[in-house]
């Protein structure tokens, strides 16, 4: 363990009674690898998300955010950085974010905010540089590793550290805190049995099961176009009692955070990087990385706000939208007016006078591993997408085929005809294509990213 992960965990842990003080808080929350339709809010009838609900209930839920990638660094990074991945230039998990990328956390500590985090796995360990502008920033993975060979950490961890975290302020110092739960990622291990029993059938006795032997059996009986219903639903209903699991953790959060007179004042935003891929494409299923459609970059985003901070309660903002306009509806709230590379204020969507359009959402795929390129940009012959308010087209050329359309209100339908719109802004995304750029990761990260199922097709 190197000596400046021992420093941030004894950091972490705080002594003492917690300051109750009331100040200003800004907390972003990200539940790793959640499909919109995996939280209740957004129409889901077998899952179980009561906190976020309450959140969507209380603030702004926006019915169609959009990631800009398939893969936790790049995504994350486009939420810190205002840019997607032709912007910011992390292509994938493993390569460094670059250090002339201005992020949000840099922002909010201009401003006078203590900022600290709180991240559930590997893939965003402090060594990747989204870490730049925390005062406080706990990659669980680090010491875990070093010390268990553990590359990711449980959601109850991440609330209590981020708790802690929060208890090192001074006086009125106000908080800008980002909690990163990773549990709903694969293997559907985390939330404990009192939890999944919620969900799954006590009858159930195949052999879909939620670590990566009976991920690798849905996979194998998808493929050969034999998987039954009953270890479909299993498969599911597992993956939502991990979503569930996480949202128990925000709830917990927001307890600790309202016990410490953090909530009178505060913006709290919940998204996730990307979704999950079931069976919906038959030949890449139960992942994520080789795809940008809709189950995979349509994710929850809910904004819920009070005091100086206030939104107006149960609206929905139909408009595409997307997760990288976050840093700069964070920025705007707390005064500051530029915006934060390419994003735009979200706010104006629930104004009573909403603008009439709103940029097109982008997205790059991160796999197949196998047809990444080093000569140029490594994504460049994987899938991306453009989405507009009406229509999301593909273009893939890795697979050999044409560009493809589908209508949101009809995601099954294949369009005869891609709009001429998306087809121009295909070719402007392609255009803008960064360099070449090559991996920045050592052996133990190498082996974090292989552990956690990053470095396999």
Known sequence: MSMRRLFMLIGALGCGRPPTTPAPLVVLVSFDTTRADALSCYGSPDADTPHADALAADGVRFARAMSSSSTTLAAHTAVFSGEDSHGHRVPRNGFAVPPDLPLLAERMAERGFMTAASVGSYALEQDMGLDRGFDHYVDHAGWQAAVFGLYEVNGRTVTESALELVDQRTGDE???????????????????????????????????????????????????????????????????????WADRQLGLLLRGLGARNLLQDSLVVVFSDHGEMFDEEPARPFRHGPDVDLPIIHVPLLVRGTGRFAVPGGRVVDTTVRTLDIGSTVLAAVGDDIPLGGGRDLSALWSDRPPDTWPLSFAEATKPLDRLRSDTWPNADLERAVVSQDHIATRAPWLGLPDQAVALDAPGAVVERVPAELVGALDAFDARMPGARQEAYDDETRSALEALGYLDD
Request: net charge negative; no cysteine.
């Open 174 to 244: 106000p908080v800008f805190l980002f909690v990163h739960y990773y549990d709903p990622h694969m293997p559907w291990t985390s939330a404990p049995d009192h939890v999944r029993a919620r969900f799954v059938d006590p009858d159930y006795r195949g052999k879909a099961g939620g670590d990566r032997a009976g991920i690798g059996f849905l996979t194998d009986q998808t493929l050969l176009g034999t998987l039954a219903e009953a270890d479909r639903t299993h498969a599911r209903n597992l993956y939502l009692s991990e979503v569930a």
